[in-house]
């Protein structure tokens, strides 16, 4: 008999479909592949990500299932509205979902609150037996023992990197902005063993994208012993090229940055948020030292280690004089690549309770709570100064003039460690993450920073309530 099938998609197009952003990001997001990994045989499985290609609403599957952030919820209800009238059972999950189930769970035939791989498998049974039922629950720290490998043959070959797994979940920083400190979670680690048979399991992934691998925890340097112990292990993978993210202080440890050498890590992730101390110390980000993000770039770029910085608009302390000089302080320490946004007050965070508290909530939309609208009255900067400074900040950084040269200042600061051949192939794996990363950076910048910019500023201001859930359970 032929399998039923599932298709699982991680959505995208918050804004709807009708002019689709397809982002040109290099990897994929790692839930819709993990929870294809998880799924038992007894299923065939598609994943689609919505990053890179439409839902085929015509589709053959039997059962969907949509992993969505939270400024993505709007969407997903109206995707599953128009796959349940085609008698689709239709399941939601992620991390909106696990915060407020109450909310979510009338838009779907059930939903998975928490992490997924413990709960996921009796989903399936369930659903199969006719026996799905509304809301399946998971413990609030599971065990990550045992953990499935993803389904990289899954993966669509419109991304340059397949192979995405995770080593650690949670961060242990209070930062005011991150979802993960609307219900804190203990640090956690998976066994190193489990890390690197993810990292082995290329089966059905092309040869040339078997050498390169993004490892997506959200603060690899969590716990520094652990860290160092799996950056070992990889080195022994002899990879081109491996992509992770950590939080900034680490780089205060010379061994970890010498192992992520080793590693052939070529992309850092890093939460650099601010070269404004006082916007930093506001939001409690304070592992981060401006005055040692020059030093800590140019260690890692002479290792051949690109700097990929997150860099938040619209701190409460950020003043026009401060956006004013900011490319030029850009330019001076040296970042390869920024990921830019504007803040946003996520419900439930410290920063949300704390904007609202103070009446400065203006816009409910929850699909512009994804770092391109400003969805907040600043303290000291029109919404036309922001949007202004947002623009002009991308529109230099990533002007062509600008990749080039800061490619070339990254390629003159390498440092030898290998032989000529392994030197030459750095310099050219480096160049095509840099490349591909700037591309990528641009490519949003002109189709969703500026837009969203004009779109914004075009709207009239809404009621000022804050958004809050038909039957929220956080104060």
């Not at 391109?372 to 062509?400: C, G, K, W």
Request: proline residues 8%; glycine residues 4%.
């Amino acid at each position: 008999m032929k399998k039923p099938k599932l298709l699982i998609v991680v959505l995208f197009q918050n804004l709807g479909e009708e002019h689709p952003y397809y982002a040109r990001n290099p990897a994929p997001p790692l839930p819709g592949i993990l929870l294809a990994g998880l799924t038992p045989p007894e299923l065939q499985v598609e994943v689609l990500h919505e990053m890179v290609r439409p839902i085929n609403y015509a589709t053959e599957a039997d059962y969907i299932a949509l992993s969505f952030m939270d400024y993505l919820a709007p969407h997903a209800y109206e995707v599953a509205r128009r796959f349940r009238p085609q008698g689709k059972i239709v399941i939601g999950g992620g991390k909106f979902a696990s915060t407020f189930p109450d909310e979510v769970q009338p838009h779907f035939d059930s939903i998975l609150v928490g992490e997924a791989p413990t709960v996921w498998p009796t989903m399936v049974r369930d659903l199969l037996a006719g026996q799905l039922k509304p809301r399946y629950v998971a413990d609030p720290a599971p065990s990550l023992e045992n953990i499935p490998p993803p389904r990289y043959d899954l993966v669509e070959s419109r991304y340059a990197v397949a192979i995405v797994t995770e080593a650690t979940r949670s961060c242990p920083h209070p930062c005011t902005y991150c979802a993960l400190n609307i219900r804190r979670t203990p640090f956690r680690m998976r066994p190193i063993p489990d890390v690197i048979r993810d990292l082995r399991n290329t089966r059905g992934v092309p040869w040339h994208k078997r050498k390169m691998a993004m490892i997506l925890d959200n603060n690899l340097g969590g716990d520094l012993s652990y860290a160092k112990a799996l950056l070992r292990e990889i080195a022994k993978l002899r990879f081109w090229a491996v992509g992770t993210q950590f939080s900034i202080e680490c780089l205060r440890d010379d061994e970890f940055v010498d192992l992520l050498a080793k590693a052939r890590c070529r992309m850092a992730f890093i939460g650099m948020e601010s070269l404004n101390d006082r916007s930093l110390h506001a939001v409690q980000k304070r592992q981060n030292r401006v005055e040692e993000y020059k030093e800590f770039f140019a260690k890692l770029h002479r290792r051949g280690i690109l700097t990929f910085t997150g860099l938040m608009f619209a701190l409460d302390e950020d003043t026009v004089e401060y956006y004013r000089r900011l490319p030029a302080m850009l330019d001076d320490v040296g970042n390869a690549v920024i990921l830019s946004s504007i803040a946003i007050p996520i419900y439930g965070t410290p920063l949300h309770r704390h904007v609202v508290a103070e009446g400065r909530i203006t816009d409910t939309d929850l699909s512009h709570y994804e770092g391109d609208h400003l969805v907040f009255r600043h303290p000291h900067m029109t919404p036309e100064e922001i949007f202004e400074a947002y623009q002009r900040v991308n529109r230099v950084f990533y002007s062509v003039r600008a990749i080039a040269r800061r490619w070339a200042r990254i390629i003159a600061m390498q440092v030898r460690e290998e032989s000529w051949p392994q030197y030459l192939l750095r310099l050219a794996v480096v160049s095509f993450v840099y490349l591909k990363l700037s591309i990528f950076q641009r490519h949003h910048a002109q189709v969703r920073v500026f837009a969203a910019s004009g779109q914004a500023l075009a709207q009239p201001p809404a009621d000022g309530r804050p958004w809050k859930p038909a039957c929220a359970s956080l104060a």
